[in-house]
């Protein structure tokens, strides 16, 4: 048995509230494993919606 099966066949014992807890216990794992994107730029602000905006659209939309 893999630890994925482990995990899968421990969660599937628990009671829903408890499964809820472990989900939201992954859920923060993950967010603490995964890389912060920069919120100084708007390319950082912009970078988790996959919108790809050029240094030249930004100088352009800044000067109007």
Known sequence: MNIEQAVLEKLR???????????????????????????????GLCADLAVDITEEEITRIQFR
Do not use: G, M
């Open 13 to 43: 014992q628990l009671p829903i509230d408890k499964q809820q807890e472990l989900l939201n216990f992954a859920e923060f794992l993950y967010q603490k494993n995964t890389p912060k994107t920069s919120l100084h730029s708007v390319k």
